[in-house]
């Protein structure tokens, strides 16, 4: 008699990304104290919060010291303030129309993306993209929904779609039959952004293929282009086939003060073993619920406030301001005779190795003698090999001065 | 082909006590639109946040409208600011030593118990006592370590340990074998609190029989009598076999800002297939990595400051405020003959049920006859069948208020 533990978490990689590369950049600047490294790799933004933000931020939290005004538990699911306005803004504004009840608020979309899949049986086949948000996997792999590892890379029972400068980062559609297919567009790596027709072919292909997408729309702020579909549900038929993740993690800087949400609509269906049909609406409410107590009451004041005309207008100068570094990086990469992906519709740079370096060989090269911070592709997924992301997050001063020591390289 | 759910949801039982609560409530003021209903039903406390957090959390709602002081992803686990302080307060005063990464920041205790489980496989046996805080049990439901609910209201494979008048609300050892050992004290809902000696047995049991406790101490601030541990690593050997959940809710009135913590010593261990020992500290880690992102910022600074000498005292003023009513409460319902227990290390009143009247018939005596909402024991588990819970946490006025409505029925 003994406690066992979860061993799928043992078909993890030992090592996150993230965690590999503090350690190398650690490393690096005990042996050089004196290097000025600038920091390229995580996604994380620098500008602070709208100053409307702050204000509705600090105004909830004077509330809650006050009996009168003073929050206990909210709804598990969110207030209806702030699913209100965000309906009103970001649905209804372009013709989507959703019930309060299927916009749920949360703390992160990264918990939703990894926590969706709870909700669905252990049976089901995953496909993602490759290069790919490690948590879509990593979530899946832990519940039990794959094999181990495989020398490819690859966690075997997973269908990896490669997005490639071979498709221009457009996946094909699966040949094998899947059940659940993870899309983040504007893509987390690779910086590209879906058109809406090609957005469509994969609602088309859920929708004849009983298969359900699950998209993180996360990055649409980023968005400049025409044509490129903001919600999934811009589609026409997505509504019966795909759950949408969004965050103010990236457009209201909100990555130190969390929060997101998740938008499951009632006719989204899966079946259980006997065939009957269940709204995944009621299931996510359900895990919502009973494993989840509601995001912090002034948090959600604050994310309410995202949506006033003075914080829009600030996130917009925020994000023309990342949008202007991520060119600067684009273009120097490209004077660099690079081939370079991304950063017109995304706070991502994709970069094509030069002379076919692998990724962390790049990762090493930039750190070692530009004090660049990147974060190797292949950390992404298999596919990723012989690519470097950076991203736009930095400070203009920052991102030049960046871009003028890796320019000196010889490459 | 086509998507399936994860079919043990549809082994929990449809209604949340919660839900069936508010719904007979709102049934009833729809009814009766003058009366004025008196809610003592959920554990939600009513005392704003004390004036020193409330303080520290504006400062730091500033320091995120501000370039220079901005912050943006924090660690997954915590930041070290606040992990300190509560190592300093809560455990080294009391003679426990904890390494900073024994220590994970939360968004909630209810999160956190029902999170635990997804690191331990799913052919551990677990035990609760019963009755029982409903998301320990239905956590595992929905992970499939369950049979379906018997007409007993037990789910199959689940070991539930009476806790009744009978036995003092002290359960007994399991006669059978367990891995998973739920337990909280002061335990929701029956109010009672352990002695040292009798927390030290279960504790010998779980490093007899190789078991694991989850010791939920949500409620540690209303003890009030001595020889009650606080934590349950006051018990010699209990760092070898227990993870244990705190929270900010009940003491700093955090519920509706959200902040709690687990403490997962690093000797703590379970096995693989093979018999192979694995720290569940690391195991707890990478689920927090991979499937959370960190507590809002500010809200952190605000937990760290409910530890200041001048949060303290309020903080004290508060708990004592809500341990009067809890007096009221109970001498009331002495003085009309009825057994009450709970109340006196705990904001819970368990109260048993006149001329042995089942939970549900006395929760609508009291709504429809004296417009005060309980909470009716047998939601909690079958054992709770023929109890009813009241809270403390209602002013002063309220309580006394509901207590002069009851004593004029005739029970």
Redesign the interface.
Known sequence: ???????N??L?ESS?LF?EISRRVEKFQTENPDAQVIKMG?G??????P?A??KA??EA??E????ET?????PEQGYSFLIDTIIENDYKSRGIELDIDEVFIS??A??DT??IQ???????VIAVTDPVYP?YV??NV?AGRTGSIQDSGRYEGVVYMPSTAENNFIPELPKS?V??IYLCFPNNPTGTALKKEDLAKWVEYARE????ILFDAAYEAYITEDDIPRSIYEIEGAKDVAIEFRSFSKNA?F????CAFVVVPKQVK????E?NK?D?NS?WN??T???????????QK?AEAVYTDEAKKEIQENIDYYLENAKIIKNSMEELGLDVYGGVNSPYIWVKTPENMDSWSFFDLLLEEANVVGTPGVGFGPSGEGYLRLTAFNTLENTKEAMERISKLSL
Chains 1, 2 share one sequence.
């Open positions: 008699m003994s406690v066992k533990i979860n061993e978490y043992l993890l996150y965690a995580i994380d933004v620098t500008k602070p919060l100053k933000v702050i931020f600090n939290v004077t809650m010291g006050n009996s003073f929050m206990g538990y909210g703390d992160a990264k918990c990894a926590n709870e909700i669905f049986g252990l049976d089901n948590v990593d979530s832990m039959p059940d659940l293929n009983d298969a359900i800087g990555t130190g003060t969390r899966a079946v259980d073993s065939g269940h995944l299931l359900r895990r619920t009973t494993k989840f107590n509601g995001v912090s009451y002034p948090v604050a």
